[in-house]
């Protein structure tokens, strides 16, 4: 598997939606300006490429969000741990935009079993701000995030 570690921004017109679809490190160096030219449509913006967001990343990244015109309805999916970690610790790093779906690191304490799963917000919600249960794919017992779920599901409560 190839590790990007150099940011990249691709923006692709869909029939529902501006799609904006971001990888790598967003530090000093990450251009996002692609996002100040959108708008007029919804934006649905894909992060499971993203590795790390620094501090410098975090202030230029704000600084964008809140340049996307609040009539555009703006969601986010596919945010991987590093971004969940940044919506948890940094009030309005969203903007007026949506978490829809986010990857969770699941560990399983029967066979060490590791994995990225993708959830769904919404079905987190409905579920009391828990995640649903998860079996492992290797052994059947249920997965735990290898980490605090309370901690790593705090976006998921702020938002209900
Ligand atoms: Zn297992």
């Known amino acids: 598997m190839v590790v990007r570690t150099a940011f990249s921004i691709d923006v692709v017109a869909e029939a529902d939606a501006d799609v904006v679809t971001i990888a790598g490190v967003v530090d000093e160096n ?3 300006s692609p996002l100040l ?15 790390r967001i620094n501090s410098f990343g975090v202030r230029s990244w704000m600084d964008a969000i809140r340049h996307v015109p609040i ?7 596919h945010c991987p741990p590093p971004v969940v970690d940044q919506c948890n610790m940094v009030s309005g790093f969203l903007g007026h935009g949506a978490l ?8 399983c ?10 959830f769904e917000t919404e079905v987190c919600r409905a579920n009391g701000a828990k995640l649903p249960l998860t ?3 290797r052994c059947g017992r249920p997965m735990e995030v ?4 309370d901690q790593y599901l705090l ?3 702020d938002s209900m």
């Open 30 to 32: 990450a251009d996002l």
């Open 37 to 51: 030219r959108l708008g007029a449509r919804p934006i649905r913006v894909h992060l499971r490429g993203v590795r």
């Open 71 to 77: 009539t555009a309805k703006l969601s986010f999916v």
């Open 100 to 107: 829809d779906s986010f990857y969770a690191p699941m560990t």
């Open 109 to 118: 304490a029967e066979c060490d079993e590791q994995l990225d799963q993708l």
């Open 135 to 137: 079996p492992c794919p």
């Open 146 to 149: 290898d980490d605090l779920e």
């Open 155 to 157: 976006f998921v409560r």
